[in-house]
């Protein structure tokens, strides 16, 4: 059973005075396991993982492997590392840049030696042509995973990855990934994962935190729709491209509203009228395994915009569902969260 390295409390961060960019009543992380981030652009997500890495101040409480962070945030830092979206190398070989960390840390040269072969063996680099090449000698790709083997070698508690594929190249990008998903089967980091990517992530992930306006609006694939809400009569509506709409009991705020995959049911043919019940007709666009659920997670475009649900194995089977099938998503005006 997996223990918390990360616990956190009452946790707010600003840069500026007036609403904070994170707002976060509780929430934990455990050691040797993925936890994905997902949000809109501006949801906080940058900033959580700067704060998780001690390199912003915040106020609240973290503990960190037991422990309250507060005043042990030199120590702790030499435990967690931080992987930038855009990545930049030392002017120097592959090999001194990934054996920089090692040797501030005061490594023996044969613990340097194999960690870097073993960082960049992970990676997709073999160390044989690539650990004496120039900085810049390299691609993009090369770039990011060279980067990534200098985190790895140090074997972190933490490593902290903020869109790691979102420049790079398909085959590096998957490296990249393997290689994080390695780092917390092998040596228990946790692995910390800011991305857009989400098939990918929701496949590996055994935890998933959504963020909007700071605050965790859920776990797992939430579906978070903003913008757009409108008071109609006795109901909050909010119409999608094409004429069909979204349909909620209003709340105290109609900021977005959060509805859950599991809430919502998949049905390859019309369902029956039912009274205070959506149905929106989409097409299949994704089916992933949820490994955090253990079930399939369908992604339905919608008129434009992407909505998830949640079924069963043997639903989907059931249900002959594929990428572009047609199927209508049946949903109670109030399988909602306001946020």
């Given amino acids: 059973m997996s ?9 707010r961060q600003s840069y ?3 609403r904070p960019n994170l707002d976060i009543a509780e929430l934990s992380i455990d050691a040797g ?9 501006g949801g906080g997500k940058s900033t959580l993982l700067k704060v998780l890495a001690f390199l912003i101040p915040a106020s609240g409480e973290i503990i960190f492997d037991g422990r309250p962070a507060a005043g042990r945030e030199r120590e702790i830092r030499r435990e967690v590392t931080y992987l930038l979206q855009e990545s930049y190398l030392l002017k120097r070989s592959v090999f001194e840049n990934v054996a920089y960390g090692l040797r501030l840390r005061g490594a023996e040269k044969r613990l340097i030696d194999t960690r870097v072969r073993e960082s960049l063996e992970a990676v997709g680099l073999a160390p044989e042509e690539f650990a004496s090449r120039p900085w810049y000698r390299l691609s993009g790709g090369e770039v990011q995973r060279v980067a990534l083997a200098a985190r790895l ?6 490593l902290l990855l903020d869109e790691p594929t979102a420049n790079v190249d398909e085959a590096s990008a998957q ?25 990918w992530l929701y496949e590996i992930a055994s935890n998933v935190v959504s963020l909007y306006g700071g605050r965790v609006a859920g776990t797992g694939a939430e579906n978070i729709f903003r ?4 008071r109609e009569g006795g109901f909050m509506t909010r119409p999608f491209a094409g004429g ?5 009991w209003p709340g105290a705020s109609a900021r977005a509203a959060v509805l859950s995959p599991s809430d919502i049911t998949v049905s390859s043919e019309i369902p029956p009228f039912a009274e205070n019940m959506n149905v929106l007709r989409g097409v299949v666009s994704q089916l992933t395994l949820e490994r955090a659920s253990g079930a399939v997670l369908l992604s339905a475009d919608v008129s434009g915009s992407v909505v998830k649900a949640r079924l069963s194995a043997e639903d989907t089977a059931r249900l002959a569902l594929l990428p572009s099938s047609e199927v209508y998503l049946y949903l109670s005006y109030s399988n909602h969260r306001w946020l």
Avoid at 180 to 197: L, Q
Wanted: one cysteine or more; hydrophobic letters at 45%.
């Fill in 3 to 11: 223990t918390p390295l990360y616990e956190i409390h009452n946790l």
């Fill in 16 to 18: 500026e005075k007036g």
């Fill in 33 to 41: 396991c993925v936890t994905g981030v997902v949000g809109p652009n």
């Fill in 153 to 158: 070698a140090l074997r972190p508690k933490a």
């Fill in 175 to 199: 490296l990249v990934m393997e290689a994080a998903v390695r780092a917390s089967r092998e040596y228990g980091a946790a692995v910390i994962v800011s991305t857009h990517d989400t098939a």
């Fill in 227 to 230: 913008g757009g809400w409108r």
């Fill in 244 to 248: 069909q709409a979204l349909f909620a």
